[in-house]
């Protein structure tokens, strides 16, 4: 073996060693954090109750049942029955599905586009930063409700339709977040000594600009996915969600609000309380996630 293989052996040994550190590091970061571990539990148990769940209690969702509607919870319905004869607990289950799925695929996107356009923005400046922000102001001045109305009077609501409605929102005050990393970290001396190495731009950004926007990206983009179930359920609370017999915590929850007088409390509270668990548990995780990956940094 040459000199040179043995070095870059050396090299890869050490850096396999760093990184498993740095992995550690982040692993013991979380797990004394408590309370973001049993957020962790928390958010588990809601995603087996949803995706698993149906696999072990089968109900029918597809049609309605009016000879059933609005019993109470019994041994045949534990969480009692909807207006529609529909067993309660199924329909949290299948709504679940939507809310949960909705939630994770906006956070992604919205994350992922606002990551790609901040940095560009932010780094390159100049006359590209100053259009770029523009579009991202101009689109923000619209009223997203109305947006919302309009595209549902036009079109057939579909779970992808409103993904892409509210990531089409939600990315827009992460580019704005990411350019504002983006151009304070661009000033920062390592970043202008690579500069004046002649490292390309596009390797700045995936070394040394990307990485060290993690920590805010992490946080933002659970954040988005806490903020996109709640704007899900307050579109089904307002009756421009996925038509029947799909549905989400929101639908459920309107129907409940509006029988609330009627003592149906099976209707509004477990899906209320499962909107309210599943948003805490997002944001903590979110909180600790910054953590960690600050922590993994730390070991860079």
């Known amino acids: 073996m040459t000199t040179t293989q043995t070095d870059r052996t050396t090299v890869d040994v050490v850096e396999t060693d760093h990184r498993v550190g740095a992995l550690r590091v982040a692993l013991r970061t979380f797990v004394a954090n408590k309370l973001a571990v049993g957020s962790l539990v928390i958010l588990i148990l809601i995603i087996l109750f949803c995706f698993l769940g149906p696999l072990v209690y089968h109900t029918n969702q597809t049609s309605a049942q009016l000879l059933l509607e609005n019993q109470p919870p019994s041994p045949q319905h534990i969480l009692g029955t909807s207006p529609a ?164 915590w929101g639908e459920i929850l309107a129907g409940g609000v509006n029988n609330i007088f009627d003592g149906y409390w099976w209707q509004l509270w477990p899906a209320a309380v499962l909107i309210v668990l599943t948003v805490l548990a997002v944001n903590v995780l979110g909180d600790a996630l910054r953590d960690v990956v600050e922590a993994r940094l730390s070991q860079r």
């Open 85 to 248: 004869g529909r067993d309660e607990l199924g329909r949290l289950m299948l709504g679940g599905q939507s809310t949960i799925e909705l939630g994770l695929a906006v956070g992604l996107l919205a994350s992922t586009f606002g990551l790609i356009w901040g940095t560009v923005s932010g780094f390159v400046g100049g006359f590209v930063d100053s259009v770029m922000m523009r579009i991202v102001d101009a689109l923000l001045s619209i009223p997203f409700l109305f947006f919302v109305i309009l595209l549902a009077s036009i079109v057939r609501p579909t779970l992808w339709l409103i993904i892409l409605v509210i990531s089409g929102v939600s990315w827009l005050s992460t580019a704005r977040l990411v350019r504002g990393e983006t151009l304070s970290l661009k000033t920062r001396d390592y970043v202008i000594a690579a500069a004046g190495f002649g490292t390309p731009r596009w390797r700045l950004i995936a070394r040394h600009i990307v990485p060290n926007v993690l920590g805010v990206l992490v946080v933002n983009g659970t954040l988005k996915v806490a903020d996109a179930i709640l704007t899900f359920a307050a579109l089904g609370y307002l009756g421009l969600s996925i038509p029947p017999p799909a549905t989400n």
